[in-house]
């Protein structure tokens, strides 16, 4: 029985090796990189899961307002829920102002990953057509980017990661930061990205609702309505603006909560969120385990 324990513990500490495993976006600097320490190296912490097969990929933007990363409950968590559903998942570590960055680079960062888990599908075992995002507050924002600000690659480009388009096939949004200069806008989020005094051009660009086409991918949206840092609104408007462009999208707002509640366990009703996404995912013809 010894023995066992032993054996089960080994497995487990190599099962969590292997899931924290931590990958640079670029191998040299990344663009705008104002040194050389770990915070100005934006990485991809990698979840692979226990299947052998081929399987659907999540990239995960966790929140933090641009001025953080909230990786636990944002990102570790829900990594380790996507792989308990049959998904290898990607958690972010992107720039933001607490390391000394603002606009551009947390959206250089995001579509970066999303190209490397694309020029990579066949070394993670990923379904190449199966790749999405999800982010959570302003996570959820730089999700949104991806959504209404991608590109389908550089077929010239040198870098073969750049060849490839960093548009996820689905969105997942939760309590995201959407609006910006708005009444219902997260203004600590606004001002960590943009600055105090960025051009007018460049906010409505980074109102993302307001960018929406019918090349948008499918999206699945939840808030709170008890949310006061980031008012549902935010969730209303890219909802909206999604059905305005025929793009098939979900919603949920949910009565209880407050902003930050994660994967929710511990709020009845407001738990059933991941429920609802995994319905939402295999109603999408996306193999969930």
């Known amino acids: 029985r010894a023995c066992q324990t032993m054996i089960a513990l080994l497995l487990m500490c190599v099962s969590l090796w292997a899931q924290q495993e931590t990958i640079p976006l670029w191998p040299n600097a990344a663009p705008g990189a104002k040194g050389n320490a770990d915070k100005d190296k934006p990485?991809?912490?990698?979840w692979p899961g226990e299947?052998?097969?081929a399987r659907p990929a999540i990239l995960i933007c966790p929140g933090g307002g641009y001025g953080g990363l909230a990786m636990g409950h944002e990102g570790e968590q829900i990594a380790q829920w996507f792989n308990s559903h049959g998904f290898r998942a990607f958690v972010l570590n992107y720039r933001h102002r607490g390391k000394g960055y603002g606009y551009p680079a947390p959206q250089l960062?995001?579509?970066?990953?999303?190209?490397?888990?694309?020029?990579n599908a066949d070394k993670w075992q990923l379904k190449a057509d199966q790749i999405g995002a999800i982010g959570f507050s302003a996570g959820g924002h730089l999700a949104s980017t991806l959504g209404t600000h991608f590109d389908h690659g550089d077929p010239d480009a040198t870098d073969p990661i750049d060849r490839v388009s960093c548009r996820p096939d689905f969105l997942v949004l939760c309590y995201p930061v959407i609006a910006m200069n708005e009444p219902h806008t997260h203004k600590g989020s606004q001002r960590n990205l943009l600055g105090n005094d960025a051009d007018a051009k460049l906010?409505?660009?980074?109102?993302?609702?307001?960018?929406?086409?019918?090349?948008?991918?499918?999206?699945?949206l939840f808030h709170t309505t008890e949310d006061r840092a980031v008012p549902p609104m935010n969730s209303v408007q890219f909802y909206a603006g999604l059905v305005k462009a025929g793009v098939p999208a979900e919603l949920h707002i949910y009565e209880k909560g407050r902003h930050g509640v994660g994967l929710a366990k511990e709020i009845p009703?407001?738990?059933?969120?991941?429920?609802r996404l995994a319905e939402w995912v295999r109603g999408r013809g996306i193999d969930l385990q």
Do not use: C, G
């Open 43 to 46: 990485t991809l912490q990698v």
């Open 51 to 53: 299947s052998a097969a």
């Open 109 to 119: 960062d995001a579509r970066r990953a999303m190209r490397t888990l694309r020029a």
């Open 203 to 220: 906010v409505d660009k980074m109102s993302t609702y307001k960018h929406i086409s019918n090349e948008s991918p499918p999206t699945f």
């Open 269 to 275: 009703a407001t738990k059933s969120w991941p429920n």
